[in-house]
């Protein structure tokens, strides 16, 4: 089966610790998006890369960090810069840019106490 | 910054009834748009995508509506089903753009 996935659904982390969220895609898809998603809220894209070793900030970037060594994954660090951590993270994934849509992980949900 | 919105954030429908929801959007160099379906605890999933060069595009019980001139995007869908209750969002991308920005969502609850 093609898609995306994340990995855990549910974490749960200590204030002041890194933690980082898995996304691996076998679609072979160029693109790669991380948002987040608070309780009632729309997505707000944190970081995305549309190419092997190239990434971008998106609208709240701080606190975060990604990497993109290999096409297929794209590993979000929330680290304990990220003054409201707690959230809802989905990950994309997309063709590459033009008409194509975004498939999404199941998403993870990041608790910190 | 440019943007895209909604203007109701929640809906409530009779089973059976069609239902519309809609999106404004601000950027007028988007062109691709795109709507998805969100259940509670999930990830979005696609439902409908339509580009700048047409104002109607049909799918299964679904249809979309662009109206470039007011920037206005809607999704009308037909004879809804209590498995339609969800949250429905909005999307936008310019197509020389890399990214995809989202509205805020409109819960959609269908009453049996």
């Known amino acids: 089966d093609g898609g995306i996935t994340q990995s855990p659904k549910y974490l749960f982390r200590k204030e002041g610790q890194n933690v980082t969220l898995s996304c691996e895609q076998n679609?072979?898809?160029?693109?790669m998006y991380w948002y987040r998603q608070d309780p009632g809220q729309g997505l707000r894209l944190i970081y995305y890369?549309?190419?092997?070793?190239?990434?971008q900030k998106g609208d709240i970037a701080e606190g975060y960090s990604v990497s993109r060594e290999k096409k297929e994954s794209f590993p979000l660090t929330v680290t304990s810069a990220q003054k409201n951590p707690t959230a809802f993270y989905l990950c994309?994934?997309?063709?590459?840019?033009?008409?194509?849509?975004?498939?999404f992980g199941p998403g993870t949900r990041l608790t910190v106490t | 910054g440019e943007s895209v919105g909604l203007h109701l954030p929640t809906l409530s429908v009779q089973e059976g009834d069609n239902s519309i929801i809609n999106c404004a959007y601000s950027n007028s160099a988007s062109d691709y748009f795109i709507w998805y379906k969100q259940e509670s605890g999930k990830g979005p999933q696609f439902i409908i995508d339509?580009?700048?060069?047409?104002d109607k595009r049909q799918g299964q019980r679904v249809t979309v509506l662009l109206n470039k001139t007011v920037k206005h995007l809607s999704l009308q869908i037909a004879a809804t089903q209590p498995g339609d209750s969800a949250v429905y969002f909005c999307?936008?991308?310019?197509?020389?753009?890399?990214?995809?920005?989202f509205g805020a969502g409109t819960r959609l609850t269908v009453k049996p």
């Open positions: 994309a994934s997309r063709l590459s840019s033009g008409y194509y849509e975004q498939y």
């Open positions: 999307a936008e991308n310019p197509v020389m753009g890399n990214d995809m920005r």
């Open positions: 679609l072979n898809h160029d693109a």
């Open positions: 890369s549309q190419i092997v070793n190239d990434f």
């Open positions: 339509i580009r700048s060069n047409m």
